[in-house]
């Protein structure tokens, strides 16, 4: 049987990285983020993809609009067996922690919080009732930052933190049904979200902030998905996955 994927956010960045090897293994995959299918993304996106790809536009911060797109999902490529949490955004302003506005706080807590944990909630629903004899899979994509304290990004930090625990949650709430969830904990990859920030931290690098001594890379994070998805890794449900080069790794 074919697996069916779905990826927010898989158009760019890490989940495009994803999505590339999902594809590469054999899934069918469903592309979900906010833009507008006609931007140029997307497009590049759906041309490298294949056939076997397609795109659903959809805003992880309304709620409301989950059941309709799931369902569009399912009538265009069939269940879901390999949902892949991963459309975040950073911190709107980078600052003073004792600067943070309530508005930017709600934003960021919106769509890495509120909307990653209900519309994961509507795909364990679907997937339980599936054949409990087919794996299944959820795969939140959280960032070292569910550890690591960034004080000019405290929103986005405390939205990571929060999402780690979400994945234990529906770890321990899915295991007795065989479906697999897992969390990948990205370093600092080179993607759209930090560019803006990429001599800085190219410097760092070079200086031993990060001990494999370069970027992350999309693909780095797409190395890690097929066994996750495939049910080669099912007893360590639950596992939090660094895929940050050793950064997180406690040093003196």
Not at 9 to 30: M, N, P
Not at 92 to 97: A, L, S, Y
Not at 237 to 242: R, S
């Amino acid at each position: 049987m074919t697996g069916i994927a779905l990826v927010t956010g898989g158009q760019q960045g890490i989940g495009l990285g994803i999505s590339r090897a999902l594809i590469a293994g054999g899934y069918k995959v469903a592309l979900a983020s906010r833009s507008a299918p006609d931007k140029l993304a997307v497009q590049q996106a759906l041309a490298e993809l294949g056939p076997n790809a397609i795109y659903v536009q959809h805003d992880v911060s309304d709620i409301d609009h989950v059941p309709a797109m799931l369902d569009q999902v399912e009538a265009d490529l069939g269940p879901i067996t390999a949902f892949v949490n991963n459309a975040g955004v950073g911190a709107p302003v980078r600052g003073d922690m004792l600067e943070l506005k309530p508005e930017n706080w709600d934003f960021v807590q919106n769509i890495n919080l509120r909307g990653a944990f209900f519309l994961a909630q509507d795909v364990a629903r679907r997937m339980l009732a599936q054949p409990q004899d087919l794996y299944r899979s959820i795969t939140f994509v959280t960032s070292v930052s569910a550890t690591m304290v960034s004080i000019e990004r405290a929103e986005y930090c405390v939205s990571k933190a929060a999402a780690a625990m979400m994945a234990q949650l529906f770890a321990v709430r899915m295991a007795p049904h065989g479906i697999g969830v897992f969390e990948l904990r990205p370093g600092i990859i080179a993607t759209e979200m930090t560019a803006g920030v990429r001599d800085k931290y190219t410097d760092r690098i070079e200086g031993g902030l990060v001990p494999a001594a370069r970027w992350g890379e999309p693909q780095d994070i797409g190395s890690v998905i097929m066994p996750i998805v495939e049910g080669q890794m099912q007893f360590a449900t639950g596992a939090a996955i660094p895929v940050d080069g050793g950064l997180s790794i406690t040093r003196l």
